[in-house]
C-alpha cells in the first residue's frame, strides 16, 4: 500500500485544503470542494486539517491525502499533530499519510520526537508518515528515525528560519541529496514556476495551499501591490 501511494504522487502537485475556525472558508462542505477542484485540476494528493475536513474530502475525492490536526497546547510551540492522541484520531479517518511537526523546538508534555515516533510505529507499523521540517538537520534526524518522507513544511516558520526566502530551494536540494527518503516541497510556492524550481531540485512531490485554496491571503496580496495615493 505505502509504495503505491507514493507511485500516485510522485512528480505531482499535492494541494492542501484547509481553513481554520475563524476563517471565512472553514465548515459547511467547502474543503470538500475545494479539494474537488483541485482534483479537476490536476492535484495527484490533497492535505487537510482534522478527520471532519478529511472524512469529507474522502466522499468525493479518491486520491492519496495527507492528514494533519492542528491543536495548539500551552506548554508547546508545536501544534501540527503534536501527540499521538492527534495520530489516533488521523488513524481513523484512513487518511494515506499522517504529518506531524518534527521541528527541533519542546513538544507538549515535553516529549522527546524520537519517543513519539516509537510510539506511533509500535501502534501503526504500516502508516506513512510525513515529517514536518524546517532545517537540514531536522529533514537528516527524522530520515534517521526512519520517516517515510521529509517535508519542508516548517521552513520559515519557527524561530530560527524566519528570515528564509521561500520557497527554500535549497533546502529541498540538499535534502533530496543527501536524506535518502522521499522529499516533499512545500512552504511558500506561490507561482507555478517556483514549483518547478522546488521539483527541478529534487523533491519527489509538492504541496501548494495558500496560492491555491486561501482567497483572504491571496487578496492581501493583491491589495499590498495597490499604489499608495498621497
Avoid at 506531524?100 to 524520537?114: A, Q, S
Amino acid at each position: 500500500m505505502g509504495h503505491k501511494v507514493l507511485e500516485q504522487i510522485r512528480g505531482g502537485l499535492i494541494v492542501s485544503c484547509q481553513a481554520l475556525e475563524n476563517e471565512p472558508l472553514h465548515g459547511d462542505g467547502i474543503m470538500q470542494r475545494m479539494a474537488v477542484a483541485a482534483m479537476l485540476g490536476g492535484a495527484v494528493g490533497i492535505r487537510a486539517n482534522g478527520p471532519e475536513d478529511i472524512r469529507s474530502i474522502r466522499q468525493k475525492v479518491d486520491l492519496p491525502m495527507i492528514g494533519i490536526i492542528k491543536k495548539v497546547y500551552p506548554d508547546s510551540e508545536i501544534y501540527i499533530t503534536p501527540t499521538i492522541r492527534e495520530v489516533e484520531l488521523l488513524a481513523d479517518t484512513g487518511a494515506e499519510i499522517i504529518s506531524l511537526d518534527c521541528t527541533d523546538r519542546k513538544r507538549p508534555g515535553g516529549i522527546r520526537l524520537e519517543e513519539l515516533y516509537r510510539e506511533i510505529r509500535e501502534k501503526y507499523p504500516k502508516l506513512l508518515l510525513m515529517a514536518d521540517c524546517s532545517t537540514y538537520q531536522e529533514g537528516m534526524k527524522a530520515a534517521g528515525l526512519g520517516f517515510d518522507l521529509v517535508a519542508t513544511t516548517m521552513c520559515g516558520y519557527t524561530p530560527y528560519t524566519s528570515q528564509t526566502r521561500l520557497p527554500d530551494v535549497d533546502l529541498v536540494r540538499k535534502l533530496a541529496e543527501n536524506c535518502k527518503k522521499p522529499v516533499i516541497g512545500e512552504g511558500g510556492i506561490w507561482s507555478p514556476e517556483q514549483l518547478a524550481a522546488v521539483l527541478d531540485a529534487g523533491a519527489f512531490a509538492a504541496v501548494v495551499g495558500t496560492a491555491i485554496t486561501r482567497p483572504m491571503e491571496i487578496t492581501k496580496r493583491f491589495v499590498a501591490a495597490l499604489p499608495t495615493w498621497g
